[in-house]
C-alpha cells in the first residue's frame, strides 16, 4: 500500500503530465513577476481554525487546529480580492478533505470541508478541481 504522502506527490506529478504541464516551467511561471502582481499578495487573516507549518507533501501547508465537520466552513480562501493562507497554502491531493467554493456575485470564496477533517489533519484539495476547469465553478457557487 502507497503512503498518503508518496500517493499525493504521485498524483501532483500524474496531473500535470495529464495537462501536459512541465513542472520547471509551472514554477517559473508561479515565482514570476507577472504572475505575483496577477495573484497579488498572500495576506494573513487571522484565522484560528488552522496553522501553517512544513508540510511533507509540500514545502508548507495548512494544519487543522480543531477538528470539522462535513460541510463547515474552515474559512476564506479569497477575500477582498486578497488570497488567505487558505488560498495559497492548501496542498494537493486525490484524497482531498477540502473544496473551494465561489460565493455568487462576489470575487470572494471559501474553504469547506468535502468530509470530517481530524485535529492535526493537513487540509488538503484536489487541484484538478479548483485550477483547471472552470465549470466546477460555475456549478459550485454558494
Request: hydrophobic share 30%.
Amino acid at each position: 500500500m502507497i503512503n498518503p504522502i508518496a500517493k499525493a506527490n504521485n498524483d501532483w506529478k500524474d496531473m500535470l503530465n495529464q495537462y501536459n504541464i512541465d513542472e520547471n516551467l509551472l514554477n517559473k511561471k508561479l515565482n514570476s513577476t507577472e504572475f505575483k502582481s496577477k495573484a497579488g499578495n498572500v495576506s494573513d487573516d487571522g484565522n484560528k481554525s488552522y496553522t501553517l507549518k512544513k508540510s511533507d507533501i509540500h514545502g508548507r501547508g495548512l494544519f487543522i487546529n480543531k477538528q470539522v465537520q462535513k460541510n463547515e466552513v474552515i474559512g476564506y480562501a479569497l477575500r477582498n480580492n486578497k488570497r488567505t493562507f487558505l488560498g495559497r497554502y492548501t496542498n494537493h491531493s486525490p484524497e482531498y478533505n477540502a473544496k473551494f467554493l465561489a460565493i455568487k456575485n462576489s470575487s470572494d470564496m471559501i474553504t469547506v470541508a468535502y468530509k470530517k477533517i481530524k485535529k492535526g489533519e493537513e487540509i488538503l484539495v484536489d487541484y484538478r478541481n479548483h485550477t483547471f476547469k472552470k465549470e466546477y465553478y460555475n456549478k459550485n457557487l454558494i
